[in-house]
């Protein structure tokens, strides 16, 4: 079975940093790509970050370009997603997903609704 454990998420001042991380078991990265996303409330869920850790392809949202950085550690089957310089409108709960078509669900700006796996999700609020 496909698994993945979103943690990392936390409290930070505007201008701060967290790094999420998110744990993959029941597959290996070659099989799959990874994806952040974010769902704000009242707003739609919407991706954040996508990794293909083989070909080592990146996608960023427009509004974390330059802020955050998606990174894989293959022997732990962990992919990270560091967040700098963080605003009040990057709170949200951020998920982890797999899909062998991420980057059509990161490109195409779709909620990822056709996504099977995903992680539980963690918390993530920028105070101002």
């Known amino acids: 079975d496909v698994q993945l454990q979103a943690s990392g998420g936390g409290l930070v001042q505007a201008g701060g940093s967290l790094r999420l991380s998110c744990a993959a078991s029941?597959?290996?990265?070659?099989?799959?790509?990874i994806g952040w996303f974010r769902q704000a409330p009242g707003k739609e869920r919407e991706g954040v970050s996508c990794?293909?850790?083989?070909?080592?392809?990146?996608f960023y949202a427009d509004s974390v370009k330059g802020r955050f950085t998606i990174s894989t550690d293959n022997a732990k089957n962990t992919v990270y997603l560091q967040m700098n310089r963080l605003k009040p409108e990057d709170t949200a709960v951020y998920y982890c997903?797999?899909?062998?078509?991420?980057?059509?669900?990161?490109?195409?700006?779709?909620?990822?609704?056709?996504?099977?796996?995903w992680g539980q999700g963690t918390q993530v609020t920028v105070s101002s």
């Open positions: 997903a797999a899909d062998r078509d991420m980057f059509y669900h990161c490109y195409s700006g779709d909620t990822g609704t056709d996504i099977d796996s």
């Open positions: 990794i293909d850790s083989v070909g080592g392809s990146t």
């Open positions: 029941g597959f290996t990265f070659d099989e799959y790509a």
